[in-house]
T-cell receptor, first 115, second 112 residues
Framework: DQQVKQNSPSLSVQEGRISILNCDYT??????FLWYKKYPAEGPTFLIS?????DKNEDGRFTVFLNKSAKHLSLHIVPSQPGDSAVYFC??????????????FGKGTKLTVNP | KAGVTQTPRYLIKTRGQQVTLSCSPI?????VSWYQQTPGQGLQFLFE???????NKGNFPGRFSGRQFSNSRSEMNVSTLELGDSALYLC???????????FGPGTRLTVT
């Protein structure tokens, strides 16, 4: 049972345009969501997170939106740059309630930003 | 501040052997989690340690075990290796509940 789903395995956008990566979850107990970027042969790099008490969090070019009623979150990258090309993972946890650091990951979306 | 370090980076073992992987968390981080990444299953949670105690465990067989030392460094052990254990093993550290996890570069384990 996949609790965190990234339905698009790949996404291709032009440099300077917006990249929108989507993620759906099924477990209503999740209350903390994170996005990670991963290059081949490296560990995931933390990008941005959002708590379930918020619906938006912004950090530079990266914005995460959370729609709790739809159990959906998205990562917006504006403007997209070729260096953003990587696999992006959505992750969720019940960690803010204390006692658990278990992250449940989606299978990832490979973003390619074309010059 | 130094990041999460993992040793060794690459390892080749044969079926039936055992292996120990090491992880040093970011200074001040008391929580260490381990994940397995494979092409088919993606990133899957193995277990988490906090202050030397296993606080959470994923759905892996008992051949997978771990421990954490008083300095927060952690080791993961896999006994009786199987071909399916070939994967990238990632360690992540954090301050504790509700904070983001920072990953190390991983240990690439190949079982032949």
């Amino acid at each position: 049972d996949q609790q965190v789903k990234q339905n698009s395995p790949s996404l291709s956008v032009q440099e300077g345009r917006i990249s929108i990566l989507n993620c759906d979850y099924t477990n209503s107990m999740f209350d903390y969501f994170l996005w990670y970027k991963k290059y081949p042969a490296e560990g995931p790099t933390f990008l941005i997170s959002i708590s379930s008490i918020k619906d938006k969090n912004e950090d530079g070019r990266f914005t995460v939106f959370l729609n709790k009623s739809a159990k959906h979150l998205s990562l917006h990258i504006v403007p997209s740059q070729p260096g953003d090309s990587a696999v992006y993972f959505c992750a969720a946890s019940t960690g803010s309630q204390g006692g658990s650091e278990k992250l449940v990951f989606g299978k990832g979306t490979k973003l390619t930003v074309n010059p | 501040k130094a990041g999460v370090t993992q040793t060794p980076r690459y390892l080749i073992k044969t079926r039936g052997q055992q292996v120990t992987l090491s992880c040093s968390p970011i200074s001040g981080h008391r929580s260490v989690s381990w994940y397995q990444q494979t092409p088919g299953q993606g990133l899957q949670f193995l277990f988490e340690y906090f202050s030397e105690t296993q606080r959470n465990k994923g759905n892996f067989p008992g051949r997978f075990s771990g421990r954490q030392f008083s300095n927060s460094r952690s080791e993961m052990n896999v006994s009786t290796l199987e071909l399916g254990d070939s994967a990238l093993y990632l360690c992540a550290s954090s301050l504790g509940a509700g904070s983001e996890q920072y990953f190390g570069p991983g240990t690439r384990l190949t079982v032949t």
